[in-house]
């Protein structure tokens, strides 16, 4: 079982940034694949980021990249997201997302259902 506690949300200008965290519990952590969505009001849980377990790896889909930039620390078990250069359609219920992997098999995925442990999500809003 892991549990995830997100941190960092809040209200930005546009063209700001913000840091997000994601604090993991238990002593596995290196053993997950990590990820990052995003939703919106009305609007399905988009992907965002990923990074492999072993953080040598990473994915963002063409809405972030070059803007966003997921990073892990295994040694204190959170895995961060920074997010430059923000735009209010950045505003929403960010998640971080846990996905237990096979050792040294590094693979990416955006599919939400693809994800184990889910955190219970922090607000970013981006004003114009």
């Known amino acids: 079982q892991v549990q995830l506690v997100e941190s960092g949300g809040g209200l930005v200008q546009a063209g700001g940034s913000l840091r997000l965290s994601c604090a993991a519990s238990?002593?596995?952590?290196?053993?997950?694949?990590m990820g990052w969505f995003r939703q919106a009001p009305g609007k399905e849980r988009e992907f965002v980021a990923s990074?492999?377990?072993?953080?040598?790896?990473?994915y963002y889909p063409a809405s972030v990249k070059g803007r966003f930039t997921i990073s892990r620390d295994n040694a204190k078990n959170t895995v961060y997201l920074q997010m430059n250069s923000l735009k209010p359609e950045d505003t929403a219920i960010y998640y971080c997302?846990?996905?237990?992997?096979?050792?040294?098999?590094?693979?990416?995925?955006?599919?939400?259902?693809?994800?184990?442990?889910w955190g219970q999500g922090t607000q970013v809003t981006v004003s114009s």
């Open positions: 997302a846990a996905r237990r992997v096979t050792p040294g098999v590094v693979e990416h995925a955006t599919r939400p259902d693809r994800y184990d442990y």
């Open positions: 238990g002593r596995t952590f290196s053993s997950y694949a």
């Open positions: 990074s492999s377990w072993n953080a040598l790896s990473s």
